[in-house]
């Protein structure tokens, strides 16, 4: 059976309407608008891997906006992410010296941030299920972190809440930059 070159040219213009209207689709084809495009970078999770130095430290006071230094202005630390879910965080505020009294030993625990779990990330969150702290209040919670990464830098903050080492008992949040180390 032979068609005619009028139905054949309607066939090629519904065709070509088709495809113009409906894209690949329209015929059956896979919808390429839901493959990540290849300039789409790694992801949240794959960015996180690995060693970050802190670079700064700072703490919003919910009630009056103040914002501080509150480990200093050279505080020190690392956050450690591994591929395989866990991270180590471990920060500790300027100018500390070893202890001469139990004072002393008490005092330097406000200037100490450190936990140990599995983390997971949820959207631009990392959160931890903690395991181990300086803080026993903090085992067995989970403690989530907004995160962004820009190049070499991560840019992290805590939601409102009241920290055991400061504030007493006023919310506050973080506010912490990293620099990923060589």
Known sequence: MRIS??????????????????GPAALGAPDQT??????????????IVGTWELVSYRVEDKETGKIVDAMGSA??????????????????????KPAASEADRAA????????IGRYRIEGDQWVTAVQTAWAPEWVGTEQRRSITIDGAYADVVTPWRA???????????SIIRFKRAP
């Open 5 to 22: 070159r009028s139905v054949a040219r309607a066939f090629q213009v519904s065709f070509l309407l088709t495809l113009a209207l409906g």
């Open 34 to 47: 839901d493959r990540p495009s290849p300039q789409a970078g790694p992801s949240l999770a794959e960015q």
């Open 75 to 96: 505080p020190r630390g690392r956050v450690i992410f591994t591929r395989d879910g866990w991270v180590a965080f471990n920060l500790e505020g300027s100018d500390r």
């Open 108 to 115: 330097l625990m406000k200037t100490l941030v450190a936990y």
């Open 163 to 173: 920290m055991p080492n400061w504030d007493e008992g006023r919310l506050s949040r």
